[in-house]
Nanobody, 122 residues
Framework: QVQLVESGGGLVQAGGSLRLSCAAS????????MGWFRQAPWKEREFVSA???????DYADSVKGRFTISRDNALNTVSLQMNMLKPEDTAVYYC????????????????WGQGTQVTVSS
C-alpha cells in the first residue's frame, strides 16, 4: 500500500514556474514507477510525465522541454519542476504510482494522490 500526497500547486502568471512535490508513505517507494497526470475541467485525465524506478524519464510532447520530473528514493518523494507555464497547463495535477517500471496510461497506475490545483493566468 502506498499513500501519496501532492503539494506545491497554486496560481502563477504565464511564463512563470511552479514545483510540485509528491510525498509517498511506505518503505517500498523505490519499487514503483511514478507518474504525473493532469485533468482540466471537462477533459479526460492526461499523462504528463513519468519516471522509472532507476530514474529514467518520459514526457508528454506538450510539456517536453518545459517540465522536469525527478525522484529521491531516500526521501520517498517525486517532484515536477514546471517552467514556462502556459494557460493551457491549468489543471488539477495528480501524482501516481505504478508497479510497471514506466507507464503512460492511467489504468496502469495503482495508487493516486488527491491532486493539487495549478492555475496559469494569461
Amino acid at each position: 500500500q502506498v499513500q501519496l500526497v501532492e503539494s506545491g500547486g497554486g496560481l502563477v502568471q504565464a511564463g512563470g514556474s511552479l514545483r510540485l512535490s509528491c510525498a509517498a508513505s511506505g518503505r517500498t517507494f523505490s519499487r514503483y514507477g511514478m507518474g504525473w497526470f493532469r485533468q482540466a475541467p471537462w477533459k479526460e485525465r492526461e499523462f504528463v510525465s513519468a519516471i522509472t524506478k532507476s530514474g529514467g524519464t518520459d514526457y508528454a510532447d506538450s510539456v517536453k522541454g518545459r517540465f522536469t520530473i525527478s525522484r529521491d528514493n531516500a526521501l520517498n518523494t517525486v517532484s515536477l519542476q514546471m517552467n514556462m507555464l502556459k494557460p493551457e497547463d491549468t489543471a488539477v495535477y495528480y501524482c501516481a504510482a505504478t508497479s510497471w517500471n514506466v507507464a503512460r496510461s492511467a489504468y496502469q497506475y495503482n495508487y493516486w494522490g488527491q491532486g493539487t490545483q495549478v492555475t496559469v493566468s494569461s
